[in-house]
C-alpha cells in the first residue's frame, strides 16, 4: 500500500503552461513537503506545511505555490512553466518532532516534470 | 554556511563491506539521516542517528560522532540489489541534505 501517493507521475508540458502537481497521504501526518531533485544535485526543498494553516517557503519557493487543501492533501503549482522546472519533483511527509518521534520523513513515488 | 560533504561515487565488489561518509557544517544539529534512493526512485529511509555511536540494523549500520561533525554508513555483505545512491541528511533548524553518494556494486 502506498501510504504516499502523487500524481502525475509523468508529466510533459510545454512553457507557459499552468502545471498543478497532486499529494496525498494516508499516515496521518500532519508535515508535508515539496522538493525537487536534478541529477547530480541533492534534494532542494520547495514549500513545507506544518499544518494545514502554516505554509512556508523553502529554498527555492520563486516560480512556484502550493495549497494545502487537507491535512492529507498538498498541492503543488507552476503558474508559468519554463524549461528549467524540469526536474523529478517528490511530495514527503513527517510526523511531528516531539518525544518519541524523531520527524523522520517518508517520500512519494516522485513526479518526472519535463518542460519544453 | 551550513554544509554537508558526501563522495560523489564509490564501487565496491558483491559479498564485500563498504563505508560511505558523510561530513557536515551545521547551525545547530537535531539528527542525522541516512536514505537509500534507487535511480528514478523515492528515497527511502534507512537509519537516525540523534546521539554518538552505532546504529545497527541487519546489514546496514550507522554512525555518528557528534563533536567531529561526522557519520558514516556501513554496508555489509553486499548485494547486487545495494546498487543506489545513499543519501546523508542533517536537522539543525531544517533538514538539509547532502547530493548522495552513488554506490555501484561490481560481481
Known amino acids: 500500500d502506498a501510504d504516499v501517493t502523487q500524481t502525475p507521475r509523468n508529466r510533459i508540458t510545454k512553457t507557459g503552461k499552468r502545471i498543478m502537481l497532486e499529494c496525498s497521504q494516508t499516515?496521518?501526518?500532519?508535515?508535508m513537503y515539496w522538493y525537487r531533485q536534478d541529477p547530480g544535485l541533492g534534494l532542494r526543498l520547495i514549500y513545507y506545511?506544518?499544518?494545514?494553516?502554516?505554509?512556508n517557503k523553502g529554498e527555492i519557493s520563486d516560480g512556484y505555490s502550493v495549497s494545502r487543501q487537507a491535512q492529507a492533501k498538498f498541492s503543488l503549482s507552476l503558474e508559468s512553466a519554463i524549461p528549467n522546472q524540469t526536474a523529478l519533483y517528490f511530495c514527503?511527509?513527517?510526523?511531528?518532532?516531539?518525544?518519541?518521534?524523531?520527524?523522520?520523513?517518508?517520500f512519494g513515488p516522485g513526479t518526472r516534470l519535463t518542460v519544453l | 554556511g551550513q554544509n554537508i560533504d558526501q563522495p560523489t561515487e564509490m564501487t565496491a565488489t558483491e559479498g564485500a563491506i563498504v563505508q560511505i561518509n558523510c561530513t557536515y557544517q551545521t547551525s545547530g544539529f537535531n539528527g542525522l539521516f541516512w536514505y537509500q534512493q534507487h535511480a528514478g526512485e523515492a528515497p527511502t529511509f534507512l537509519s537516525y542517528n540523534v546521539l554518538d555511536g552505532l546504529e545497527e540494523k541487519g546489514r546496514f549500520s550507522s554512525f555518528l560522532s557528534r563533536s567531529k561533525g561526522y557519520s558514516y554508513l556501513l554496508l555489509k555483505e553486499l548485494q547486487m540489489k545495494d546498487s543506489a545512491s545513499y543519501l546523508c541528511a542533517v536537522r539543525s533548524y531544517q533538514l538539509i541534505w547532502g547530493a548522495g553518494t552513488k554506490l555501484i556494486i561490481k560481481p
Open positions: 506545511s506544518f499544518d494545514v494553516k502554516d505554509i
Open positions: 514527503a511527509t513527517s510526523d511531528q518532532l516531539t518525544s518519541g518521534r524523531t520527524d523522520t520523513q517518508y
Open positions: 499516515k496521518g501526518h500532519d508535515r
